[in-house]
């Protein structure tokens, strides 16, 4: 069965359903009832989460099925990451793909053409404030992105709660246009509106994504808006990793090996 032809029903009973309930992804995705199209999560989805954002890495074979599928799909695949762009071309080098990056506030078309940008950096203040919040506490560190910026604390799992706290107040304080979201071992401040459900319809409404039907993998709290549309879209969506939290998924994987060695087999099927 060739891609372009298969697919996967999304069951309404499956939303929301406990990870342990949720079908797995299936080997070839059937029973899509059209084209599909491919959204990829990368952190926890694609590459296993790191002690640093610098830290991931992703095996060439991968990058070369991921590059195989986008070609299949007549460019009908996109990353969806809270990443930057310039962060998402270094790790998929060579490949120049689709992607809202940023939670959707910096946009790339297919064909690479022009770059929208959504979103307004944080003020000067706030990065000051959180700059002073973390350098005073080790373990903390500062990942400042342009139009979002984020603080990890997976060196300092402890001061998870004080880290929410201040950050919460610091953005009420001093960028309440921009909001806050969690994420594994970390709390990003992104621009108010801006989250890979939007990022995703606003894709799935332009050439080569109109009139397929989206598939997103993913693994984290950001990733369920994205689920979310794909959904809504009359897609399905695969949640990553040993998850217990309620989800919208309607699919699960193991893990983001288990999802490395999907994208292979996928691309290596005829
Ligand atoms: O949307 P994603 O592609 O999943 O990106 C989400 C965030 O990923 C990165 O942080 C996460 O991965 C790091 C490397 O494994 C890990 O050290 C950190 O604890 C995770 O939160 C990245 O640094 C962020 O900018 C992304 O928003």
Redesign the pocket.
């Known amino acids: 069965m060739s891609l372009e032809n298969t697919a996967v029903a999304v069951r309404e009973s499956e939303i929301a359903r406990g990870a342990a309930e949720r079908p797995a992804l299936p080997a070839v995705p059937g029973g899509f009832p059209g084209r599909v199209a491919i959204f990829l999560?990368?952190?926890?989805?694609v590459?296993d989460?790191?002690?640093?954002?610098d830290?991931?890495s992703i095996p060439a074979e991968v990058v070369a099925a991921i590059g195989v599928l986008a070609q299949r799909l007549g460019g009908a695949l996109a990353i969806v990451?809270?990443?930057t762009l310039a962060d998402v071309d270094r790790i998929l080098t060579p490949l120049r793909l689709p992607t809202a990056a940023l939670h959707g506030a910096e946009l790339r078309r297919c064909g690479g053409g022009r770059v929208a940008d959504a979103g307004d950096a944080p003020p000067d203040r706030l990065t000051a404030a959180l700059g002073a919040f973390v350098d005073a506490r080790p373990g903390l560190a500062l990942?400042n992105?342009g139009a979002s910026v984020?603080v990890?604390f997976?060196a300092a799992p402890e001061r998870e709660s004080e880290v929410r706290e201040r950050i919460g107040d610091l953005v009420a304080m001093l960028a309440p246009e921009h909001e806050l979201q969690p994420?594994?071992?970390?709390v990003?401040v992104r621009p108010r509106g801006c989250d890979k459900g939007s990022a995703l319809r606003r894709l799935m409404s332009e050439k080569p994504f109109v009139g397929r039907t989206p598939l997103m993998l993913g693994?984290?709290l950001?990733d369920e808006f994205a689920f979310t549309a794909a959904n809504e879209l009359g897609g399905a969506s695969a949640l990553v990793g040993d998850v217990t939290r309620p989800s919208v998924a309607t699919y699960r994987a193991a893990d983001p090996e288990a999802v490395r060695a999907w994208l292979v087999a996928l691309a290596a099927s005829a």
Do not use: I
């Not at 989460?49 to 954002?53: E, G, I, S």
């Not at 994420?183 to 970390?186: D, I, L, N, P």
């Open positions: 999560d990368l952190d926890g989805t590459l989460l790191a002690p640093t954002p830290g991931v990451t809270g990443r990942e992105k984020a990890h997976r994420g594994k071992m970390v990003e693994d984290d950001t």
